[in-house]
């Protein structure tokens, strides 16, 4: 009998489909109206965001859409460390602002690395934002949802090597929409 399957509603609930028993199953190809848990918001040309739901469209700032592919971005990392038996990250709003401003930094001067065209590290970033024991930083560009950008960085060993790190106890995700999208991922020690 095929195993079953775990579904999320919208509400968070879970809930058990089982196939019959006689039935094959093919992998889930997403349809045209379907949407997968990072997805559920669509931009218009104007910088606003609207819910994928049977409820009437909702329109949210530019500001909640990106704090909520961070925020994401964050949960995804916790569930990788929980799978590996790492503790969690806990969000720190400084290493956030750090990220943010990197991201933006990378995007409006054109440049991708850790180190910017003036020579600032993460570490000076991390600090000039008022965090005081920053660890690492993660950055990538080009992919537009967070379970990609996940994906990205622990398909690298320094990268995976930063968000498996148990050392590390926070963290602040930094996304730039316009042009890449461009990710900056921010740790730090308590």
């Known amino acids: 009998m095929p195993k079953s399957k775990g579904r999320k509603r ?10 019959a028993a006689n039935m094959t199953t093919a992998p889930h190809q997403m349809r045209p109206h379907e949407a997968e848990e ?7 040309s104007g910088g606003t965001a609207h819910t994928r739901s049977a409820q009437p469209a909702v329109s ?28 969690p990250l806990k969000l720190n709003e400084l290493l956030r602002q750090a990220a943010r401003s990197h991201s933006t930094d ?14 600032g590290t993460p570490f000076d970033r991390m600090r000039s934002h008022g965090y005081a024991q920053p660890g690492a930083e993660n950055v990538a560009m080009g992919q537009s949802r967070p379970h990609e950008v996940i994906h990205a960085w622990l398909n ?9 790190n148990p050392e590390f106890s926070v963290i602040g995700v930094g996304l730039h929409l316009d042009g890449g999208p461009w990710w900056t991922q921010n740790f730090g020690y308590a």
Do not use: C, W
Not at 106 to 119: C, L, N, Q, T, V
Not at 156 to 164: D, E, Q, T, V
């Open 10 to 19: 919208r509400d968070g609930s879970a809930v058990a489909f089982r196939g």
């Open 38 to 44: 990072d997805d559920d918001y669509l931009f218009s």
């Open 60 to 87: 949210i700032g530019r500001d909640t859409y990106r704090t909520h592919l961070e925020n994401t971005v964050v949960h995804l990392t916790n569930q990788v460390r929980a799978k590996a038996g790492v503790p």
């Open 106 to 119: 990378m995007a409006r001067r054109g440049f991708f690395s850790h180190i910017d065209p003036d020579g």
């Open 156 to 164: 690298s060993p320094g990268h995976r090597a930063n968000i498996l």
